[in-house]
Nanobody, 126 residues
Framework: QVQLVESGGGLVQAGGSLRLSCAAS????????MGWFRQPPGKEREFVAS????????LIADSVKGRFAISSDNPKNTVYLQMNSLKPEDTAVYYC???????????????????WGQGTQVTVSS
């Protein structure tokens, strides 16, 4: 049974930082591409960041490049999203996702992910 549990969301002022965690059960995350997506209020879900331990690469959305970073702690089977210099437009529900088994590189396509967490709310006040 695969479970992805996000934590670390909350309310923060603009310019602040948060670190989101995604604890995964099941097979090691090092065997899969892992990603973060977000859904702002009233908008569609969008890609934020992805990491592939197998390929040794990461992918970051242009909208957060230079402010957000994705990393993994394989012994803890956990993926992190470090978010700095937060802006009000970063307000969203943030979701962790695990890629399908045949995706070996980081990916921005939501269709490349088949397991999703419940999400954690991030609210950035101005």
């Amino acid at each position: 049974q695969v479970q992805l549990v996000e934590s670390g969301g909350g309310l923060v002022q603009a310019g602040g930082s948060l670190r989101l965690s995604c604890a995964a059960s099941g097979r090691p995350i090092s065997a899969y591409t892992m990603g973060w997506f977000r859904q702002p209020p009233g908008k569609e879900r969008e890609f934020v960041a992805s990491i592939s331990v197998t390929a040794g690469d990461t992918l970051i959305a242009d909208s957060v490049k230079g402010r957000f970073a994705i990393s993994s702690d394989n012994p803890k089977n956990t993926v992190y999203l470090q978010m700095n210099s937060l802006k009000p437009e970063d307000t969203a529900v943030y979701y962790c996702a695990r890629g399908v088994s045949y995706i070996l590189r980081s990916s921005a396509r939501s269709s490349d992910y088949n397991y999703w967490g419940q999400g954690t709310q991030v609210t950035v006040s101005s």
